[in-house]
């Protein structure tokens, strides 16, 4: 049973920096990002195959970063200028080579003054 554990969620100022890291317990094709702020649905916030392929949601282009390190099977979010519509429960996603979905149990990252 695949597992996914998140964790690097908090508190930041507008403007501030936040970086989460998602472990999986073995490896998987791609790994994701995606957010789900209280009375929304769940949407995505960017994603990575395991060559390196990336896509992003048009809202974090150019402030968040996706990376992955295949040898330690985690991916990173670096979360740049945070702004109060950030604020969400972030999911790690992880898809497998034969398209199965697994979820992680979420962070909450709060931005606000």
């Known amino acids: 049973q695949m597992q996914l554990v998140e964790s690097g969620g908090g508190l930041v100022q507008p403007g501030g920096s936040l970086r989460l890291s998602c472990v999986a317990s073995?490896?998987?094709?791609?790994m994701g990002w995606y957010r789900q702020a209280p009375g929304t649905q769940r949407e995505l916030v960017a994603t990575?195959?395991?060559?390196?392929?990336?896509n992003y949601a048009d809202s974090v282009k150019g402030r968040f970063t996706i990376s992955r390190d295949n040898a330690k099977n985690t991916v990173y979010l670096q979360m740049n200028s945070l702004k109060p519509e950030d604020t969400a429960v972030y999911y790690c996603?992880?898809?497998?080579?034969?398209?199965?979905?697994?979820w992680g149990q979420g962070t909450q990252v709060t931005v606000s003054s």
């Open positions: 990575i195959t395991n060559l390196g392929g990336t």
């Open positions: 073995r490896s998987i094709f791609r």
């Open positions: 996603e992880g898809t497998s080579y034969n398209g199965v979905y697994y």
